[in-house]
Nanobody, 123 residues
């Protein structure tokens, strides 16, 4: 069973910084990509940042230049460094990954989600 466990998050003042991490565990063969999404109240979930197996990254326009996604050498843990935070960054942040993992007697590709972590930007 694959698990994505997020850590970090919390309350920060506008202009401050916060870091999130997400670790994937389980019987994993390979990971194509890992991403951060966020969902604010009454809004749809939106992609924030993505990193693929080659290390290429992509960001939502609203966070470019302020957020940085990275991963560790194993490729199973990603990070999101968030700087110059704004009140509109307030949301529940979710880790997402497209993983080839064992399911019963075979390996198959599936999309997995973490449980989410709250980020609140407020004075």
């Amino acid at each position: 069973q694959v698990q994505l466990v997020e850590t970090g998050g919390g309350l920060v003042q506008p202009g401050g910084s916060l870091a999130l991490s997400c670790a994937a565990s389980g019987n994993i063969m390979s990971i194509i990509s890992m991403s951060w999404y966020r969902q604010a109240p009454e809004n749809e979930r939106e992609m924030v940042a993505t990193i693929n197996g080659a290390g290429a990254t992509n960001y939502a326009d609203s966070v470019k230049g302020r957020f940085t996604i990275s991963r560790d050498n194993s490729g199973n843990t990603i990070y999101l460094q968030m700087n110059s935070l704004k009140p509109e960054d307030t949301a529940v942040y979710y880790c997402n990954a497209y993983i080839n993992a064992r399911n019963g007697l075979k390996y198959e590709w599936n999309t997995y989600w973490g449980q989410g972590t709250q980020v609140t930007v407020s004075s």
